[in-house]
């Protein structure tokens, strides 16, 4: 699978602007605040239906337009497929699969999966558990809608039991009816979300291991566990013995609404003891077993965006990484970068054909900065 062409109206910084790609790698380079992150972003787009950046559409229109529109074709198992987003202000945003609606948005999640490795990422080691939860149910939920329908009516659950621990201090009679209902509720979907982030990361550490071995040259031992109350055993019996904290502190203690990724380095947390070099290298496997799993999961080459990833690395690891994205396991990649001697070094001396796209030359339709295929 890959993306040939994409037009952009109103998107971000970009007024009107089409692309035409190469089926392998594309490079784009230009200064900070140029918009090259935002062709990225147009790419995620039309794979998630949303901003990589942020969850609120109306910020990604351009200033003092009223739309936005990313139109993209792909190639796909021998053919093309048409896909479109358009976003009006106070109006709802329209996703089209060959010039015909989705009534949701949710049935063209995974069907044309794209993974981003950005800066921002750094937040899955610098953050607390929820950044590194939302990490895992992003990936199980583009295929399985019996998990994300389970963490839906978990959280639902979950505010439910709350506030009946709330309203027993604010004097209402104890009433074990109504918290048994809602323990119930919790253990059916905790269960299923548990089991199924289990497998995911069981699935992804030899993986993520593996890629790191790679980037780092063997030089640091990495791992990644998971951690939830429900690996010790039963999760209703968990519910009882902590109700007394529970009702004290007027809110649910145990369950997958706690549940984290712990990182390690060495034996230690990697936010504690690596460096900004081995902490980007962390994440980079990290994203790469990710990569792997959704491939898996999707029997397709997801499309991979690779957004400003190179600063603050030695030669050697970004030699490792351009190997390991090079190889045959990995389909269509976006480099954006800030510095394209640097870039078309790096690709140069791997031997790779690319496509090169400059800005603001390509604002100027100037964009004839490229390499032949």
Not at 3 to 22: I, P, R, V
Not at 80 to 94: L, N, P
Not at 219 to 245: I, P
Request: aromatic share 10%.
């Amino acid at each position: 699978m890959y993306l040939s062409s994409l037009s952009l109206t109103n998107f971000k910084n970009y007024e009107e602007l089409e692309f035409n790609f190469s089926n392998r790698i594309n490079c784009i380079v230009g200064d900070n605040g140029a918009g090259k992150t935002n062709i990225l972003d147009a790419v995620h787009y039309l794979s998630l239906t949303k901003s990589f950046f942020n969850n609120i559409d109306s910020l990604n229109i351009r200033h003092e337009a009223d739309f936005f529109i990313i139109k993209g074709i792909f190639g796909l198992n021998g053919g093309e497929e048409s896909i479109s987003c358009s976003f009006q202000r106070q109006k709802q945003k329209i996703l089209k699969r060959n010039g015909k609606d989705y009534s949701r948005l949710s049935d063209h999640v995974g069907r044309f999966p794209v993974v981003m490795i950005s800066p921002s990422d750094s937040r899955l080691i610098t953050e607390g558990g929820e950044e590194r939860r939302k990490f895992m149910n992003k990936i199980i939920s583009q295929f399985d809608p019996v998990y994300l329908d389970s963490i839906l009516k978990y959280n639902k659950a979950l505010q439910q039991r709350n506030r009946v621990l709330k309203s027993f201090n604010a004097g209402s009679p104890y009433d074990e009816q109504a918290l048994r209902v809602w323990d119930m509720q919790l253990v059916r979907y905790g269960e299923y979300v548990h089991k199924t982030r289990k497998y995911l990361v069981e699935t992804m550490i030899p993986v993520f291991q593996r890629h790191y071995a790679m980037i780092s040259s063997g030089k640091e031992t990495v791992k990644m566990s998971y951690r939830s109350a429900l690996n010790d055993g039963d999760f209703a019996e968990a519910l009882k013995e902590s109700l007394k904290k529970d009702m004290y502190l007027e809110y649910t203690t145990v369950g997958v609404h706690r549940d984290d990724l712990i990182l390690e380095m060495d034996g230690y947390p990697i936010k504690s003891v690596g460096s900004q070099g081995q902490q980007k290298s962390y994440l980079i496997a990290l994203k790469l077993a990710k990569y792997d799993y959704i491939k898996w999961k999707s029997t397709v080459l997801p499309i991979l965006l690779l957004d400003d990833i190179f600063d603050k690395f030695d030669g050697n690891r970004v030699e490792q990484i351009i190997k390991i994205v090079m190889s045959d396991d990995f389909g269509q990649i976006f480099i954006t970068d800030t510095h394209q001697e640097r870039l078309s070094g790096i690709l140069d001396s791997a031997g790779a054909k690319y496509k090169l796209f400059v800005i603001p030359h390509i604002l100027q339709n100037e964009n004839d900065t490229k390499q032949p295929e």
